[in-house]
């Protein structure tokens, strides 16, 4: 057993997620860690959620389909996941919400695609990746 108890991995459904999943498939096979599947369905800024008027029934189906959408594609494109692997889905900003979980989730290798962003995007918005690297106090593996 690693010193890891645990590899997550986010997933999207990109290409960079998919590759990352198979990254994070193998070390949990080869280090024997539990593996967990980790999806954030993103949501919108309060304000832009006052003008859309989702009710948070509407939010919480379509956050459910989401994961189950990139769960499915996930599994579609590797067949060697772990019969054991643990599905997870939250709401929010993804950066955050993946900060969140390693906090919860103590002794937790996160793998994640690096997405591919202009430089101008990466400048002006910066990318999920970024901000779980440069924030998370648990090791993070990017995969490109």
Known sequence: MSEFSRIAVAVDGSDGSIRAARVAS?????TGSRLTLLH???ILPSEIMG???LTAEEIERAK??????VFKVVED????????VE????LGDPAEEILGYLEEHSGTLMVMG???RSK???????SVSDKVVRHARSPVTLVT
């Open 87 to 90: 599905r997870t889905s939250l």
């Open 64 to 69: 459910k389909s989401s994961a189950e959408r």
């Open 40 to 42: 954030v369905y993103p």
């Open 51 to 53: 003008a859309v008027s």
């Open 77 to 84: 494109e590797l067949s060697d996941l772990p019969d054991d």
């Open 114 to 116: 690096r997405r591919g």
């Open 26 to 30: 193998r070390l949990s096979r080869d």
């Open 120 to 126: 101008i995007q990466s400048l002006l918005l910066g």
